[in-house]
């Protein structure tokens, strides 16, 4: 089966950094693109950057540039996304998702939710 | 940056009733639309893509419409599983994507 699986729930305080996991499986994960969502508590989708394995230089929504990095390892079929300093406004749930080819979304991993607390 | 609006925020309707939903970008995004559908505690599933085409598995209730920049998604004849968020989405500007803000289908 093709599949994205995420790290797991994560809570941590304000200034922390973080690092979230997605590994891909069931299929040659350097010719994909993985994306990055987020979706805080009780709110939308917002579409947070993508990257491609075999060329590691990021594309970021304006919305994220420079509050995040999204970085990939080949090696071992996984996504990364990184936090230097969180703040209590990252708190929601992290998807990463899979492109098809130049299509949308068809597979998503089960989300990571992210908790910045005090 | 292609901003899409979605109409309306909630539509009520009963099992069997027709739902029509609205998406409407700032700019044209030709054929770059597609449709996903969220249900609670559960990852976003993607419906349609490239405007009208079904994604994989997904019943022939489900359809897209438009071109340009208004869309909509129609679901004929609601389930009880259909009662969801939907979402559309751009990528007119590939690898760039944007979700619009959601219409939510609750039952009446």
């Known amino acids: 089966d093709v599949q994205l699986v995420q790290s797991g729930a994560e809570v941590k305080k304000p200034g922390e950094s973080l690092r979230i996991s997605c590994m891909g499986s069931g299929y040659s994960f350097s010719s994909y693109w993985i994306a990055w969502v987020r979706q805080m508590p009780g709110k939308g989708l917002e579409w947070m950057g993508i990257?491609?394995?075999?060329?590691?230089?990021?594309r970021y929504s304006p919305s994220f540039q420079d509050q995040v990095t999204i970085s990939v390892d080949k090696s071992i079929s996984t996504a990364y996304l990184q936090w230097s300093s969180l703040k209590a406004s990252d708190t929601a749930m992290y998807y990463c998702?899979?492109?098809?080819?130049?299509?949308?979304?068809?597979?998503w991993g089960q989300g990571t939710m992210v908790t910045v607390s005090s | 940056e292609v901003v899409l609006t979605q109409s309306p925020a909630t539509l009520s309707l009963s099992p069997g009733e027709r739902a029509i939903l609205s998406c409407r970008a700032s700019q044209s995004v030709s054929s770059f639309l597609a449709w996903y559908q969220q249900k609670p505690g559960q990852a976003p599933r993607l419906l349609i893509y490239d405007v009208s085409k079904r994604a994989a598995d997904i019943p022939a209730r489900f359809s897209g419409s438009g071109s340009g920049t208004d869309f909509s998604l129609t679901i004929s004849g609601l389930e009880p599983d259909d009662f969801a968020v939907y979402y559309c989405q751009q990528h007119s500007n590939w690898p760039e994507f944007t979700f619009g803000p959601g219409t939510r289908v609750e039952i009446k």
């Open positions: 998702a899979r492109p098809h080819g130049v299509d949308p979304f068809d597979i």
């Open positions: 990257i491609y394995p075999g060329d590691p230089d990021p």
